[in-house]
């Protein structure tokens, strides 16, 4: 019925048919490439720049150099050599492990089984870094408050510390720090701060890919974070000190996707991609466009069957008024 309605308008009116024919153009013009608008990779597999035998190498004093890595995926293995190098190995896919223990804010030994019970974002960081790791942390501090999700229901926070000589008392004063940049507002148990031995931190940035160096009395590392599930599978890497609020959010959703509505889940899967290149959520343009073209040609069908309708029964009743008139007269 709808393609005879269209055909039947269609040659009535040579106007009609030169605008839907473009209209058919564009959407198959947008519609063909949008599957393929940015380029994707599964969580199991290493990103793009990974698989490249010279991978970037980017430390808390913002240079980058060319490292020289092994062939092959092997899990990291603790190791004194370990902390020799200063690169991160983004190890999408795996797990962490759960079993360590850390002292936490009070100096109370605590399990990552006991906190991470839900998404989690974890920060490798030092207390006392005199600059990127402040700024990481402060720029979370102004970020989490904002975002749509109950801290310490939806999602948890902890930042730890890969410093073996700190102690707890340094970790409540950053602790203290950024709850009071928040204006204490945040959940009192939503962000944890940690300290461990050396054993056990090689152990948690070991699986994590994260390796720093000491030089000094500082440290060399990786300026960035990275979200878990609440299996402690890692779903994501965030890079840098200015957190993009859209990002963080969606790599929490990621993390939640067991539990997430499959409606929500679907819609930002279908309208955001991650862009391993850039390290950051993009809108899928070319998907969108697509999308408005197609959902237009509905519209636009609709009207001419429905609108076609419409019209020849306001016809017809006036007719039949007319002969009415007629038989009166």
Request: hydrophobic share 40%.
């Amino acid at each position: 019925m709808i393609i005879f309605t269209i055909s039947r308008r269609w040659q009535d009116r040579p106007s009609l048919q030169t605008a839907i024919s473009f209209l058919l153009f564009c959407a198959l013009l947008f519609s063909l490439p949008a599957a393929a608008a940015v380029p994707r990779h599964k969580q199991n597999e290493p990103t793009p720049q990974h698989k490249a035998s010279e991978p970037t190498k980017i430390t808390h004093e913002g240079h980058a150099d060319s490292v020289q890595k092994p062939s092959g995926h092997v899990h990291p293995v603790q190791t004194e050599a370990s902390a020799g190098k200063v690169e991160l190995d983004e190890q999408l896919g795996a797990y962490i492990p759960l079993d360590l223990v850390f002292r936490d804010e009070q100096g109370n030994p605590i399990s990552l089984a006991d906190l991470v019970t839900k998404p989690t974002i974890i920060a490798p960081v030092y207390y006392r870094c005199p600059n990127v790791c402040h700024f990481l942390q402060g720029d979370l501090a102004r970020v989490l408050p904002g975002i749509n999700l109950d801290a310490g229901e939806d999602y948890q926070v902890i930042s730890f510390s890969f410093d073996e000589t700190e102690q707890p008392e340094l970790a409540l004063r950053s602790r203290n720090t950024y709850y009071t940049a928040m204006k204490n507002q945040y959940p009192d148990q939503a962000w944890r701060f940690l300290t461990g031995d050396r054993a056990t931190i090689l152990q948690l940035t070991d699986a994590a890919g994260y390796h720093f160096k000491k030089v000094g009395s500082e440290f060399l590392h990786p300026v960035a974070f990275f979200v878990v599930s609440a299996d402690g599978q890692i779903i994501r890497y965030l890079h840098g000190t200015h957190i993009v609020p859209k990002d963080l959010t969606l790599a929490l959703y990621e993390a939640k996707a067991g539990r997430i509505g499959t409606t929500i889940r679907k819609m930002v899967q279908y309208w955001f991609s991650f862009d391993p290149e850039k390290k950051t959520y993009v809108f899928n343009i070319l998907r969108g466009s697509a999308t408005a073209i197609l959902t237009t040609l509905a519209l636009f069908a609709a009207f001419l069957m429905f609108g076609g309708k419409k019209s020849k029964k306001s016809t017809a009743t006036n007719k039949n008024g007319s002969n009415e008139k007629d038989k009166n007269l």
